[in-house]
Nanobody, 120 residues
Framework: QLQASGGGLVQAGGSLRVSCAAS????????MGWFRQAPGKEREFVAA????????IYADSVKGRFTVSRDSAKNTVFLQMNSLKPEDTAVYYC???????????????WGQGTQVTVSS
């Protein structure tokens, strides 16, 4: 129901935009979040956007570099990633939640993930 795409290989300092398209149901009334998981590490929160798009929150590690947005008409959420660093390398997952927050437990629906690799 959630399909992430747009990952790839980029050099440090570069930019990438990943997308998450919903199908099968509408997520327009849900909070949409992005998480990431690097090899050997736990999945961590990256960013989230409220159902209206009026509120956003970010992990400190990406604040000022990443921007989350949504197009509810297209049932799609985006994560624009600028000034990428090698430590941003991870599989990026989109997820949907009924409540606004950072905790992974809030998110009931998950996409399959897209790989982002940042070379130094």
């Amino acid at each position: 129901q959630l399909q992430a795409s747009g990952g790839g290989l980029v050099q440090a300092g570069g930019s990438l935009r990943v997308s998450c398209a919903a199908s099968g149901r509408t997520f327009s009334s849900y909070v949409m979040g992005w998480f990431r998981q690097a090899p050997g590490k736990e999945r961590e929160f990256v960013a989230a956007i409220s159902w209206s798009g009026g509120s956003t929150i970010y992990a400190d590690s990406v604040k000022g570099r990443f921007t989350v947005s949504r197009d509810s008409a297209k049932n799609t959420v985006f994560l624009q990633m600028n000034s990428l660093k090698p430590e941003d390398t991870a599989v990026y997952y989109c997820a949907a939640a009924a409540s606004f927050g950072r905790r992974r437990e809030l998110y009931a629906y998950w996409g399959q993930g897209t790989q982002v690799t940042v070379s130094s």
